[in-house]
Each structure stands twice: as C-alpha cells, then as structure tokens.
C-alpha cells in the first residue's frame, strides 16, 4: 500500500525499508511537541504521532501517511529529546541501575482513515559509572535521542533486560506498523 512516512528519523526509515515498506515520500512534519498539563507519557505519544500524520495529510489528502513517536518516562517524569550533554548526562543518571518505560506511538491518517496504537516496552538499565555515562557522551549518539540514548548502538551496553517490542524501543514497532498498514490493504482489497 503506497504511504507517506511523516517523518526524517533514520531509524524509523531503516526499520521500514527492513520490513520493505518502502514510502513514496518522507517529509518531516512540523508540529508543537511540548508536553500538555497533566498529560501521560502514553497519551503524549499517541498524541504526537497523530499530531504529526495529520499535519502532512492536511497537505496530501488522498494519501496515507504513517507517523510515529517515541517518549521515555522515568515513572511519571517524561524525558524527552536529548539537546545538550548536561540533560542526557541527567537523563542517563535518572535511567541508571532502574527500569522506565518506552512508549511508541503510531498512527496512520488517510482516506476515511484515523488509526492510532500504543506500544509500551519496559526496559531496564544496569547502574552506571559517571566515567560510563561521560563515555557514552563523547560517542554523542545521545543527541536528538529521547531518554538520551540509542538502544541500537552503544547505548545497548547500557541495557539489562526488555520486556516488549525491541523496534519500539529502536523508533518504530514494526509488529503495530505491519498491523496498521496490513489492515488498510485487506479493508481495500489491494492484491500482494
């Protein structure tokens, strides 16, 4: 089924060209990400991928368009994208030796289409040294990276245990994009 990806991660582009669901365009979208008062890091996923599929459907109504998004909560507290290396350096001091959760969002707008779906993986870190934590800075995989770090690179070293959706965790749950999209493509009887 022809897509638009509503998005410039890297990642969630690799995990889709892995699966062979290649977009016929990615565009970045560009959408107010702040967190809302009182709201869930479960609720501020769904509603940020959302967020960013209608906003480049608005442009491309007769297509669809997949987003996606991914927050990291230490308990209530939301840590978010990671801009310099004091907040990640913070950030991996909260995850250190503790487990949080990683929520995806995924939503796919399209024609007579609204789908939204949650994902929740739980992940746990080992305790970390200040000398770790300050190498893992230098390698700057951190920036740009919610919760401030990448589980797909050397902040995998980091991790002790996971229980769900590893690709989750990576930007995007394959398992929840291949239902959402598999279910458009039976709805509109398009041949494999």
Known sequence: MPFILASSSPQRIKLLNQLKR???KII????????????????????????????????????????????????????????????????????????????GG????????????????????????????????DTDEWKNKAGGYAIQGFGGKFVKRINGSYTNVVGLCVYTVESVLGNIKEANNVQH
């Open 22 to 24: 290649i977009p016929i």
């Open 106 to 137: 995924v939503a796919l707008v399209g024609p007579n289409t609204v789908r939204v779906k949650s994902v929740t993986t739980h992940v746990s870190f080992k305790r970390l040294s200040k000398e770790e934590i300050s190498n893992y800075l």
């Open 28 to 103: 970045s979208p560009n959408i107010d990400e702040s967190l809302l008062p009182n709201e869930n890091p479960k609720n501020l996923s769904c509603r940020l991928a959302l967020s960013k599929a209608r906003s480049v459907h608005s442009q491309y109504i007769d297509h669809y368009v997949l987003a996606a998004d991914t927050v990291v909560s230490s308990g209530k507290r939301v840590l978010g994208k990671t801009s310099n290396r004091n907040k990640a350096y913070d950030f991996l001091n909260i995850l250190s030796g503790k487990r949080h959760r990683v929520y």
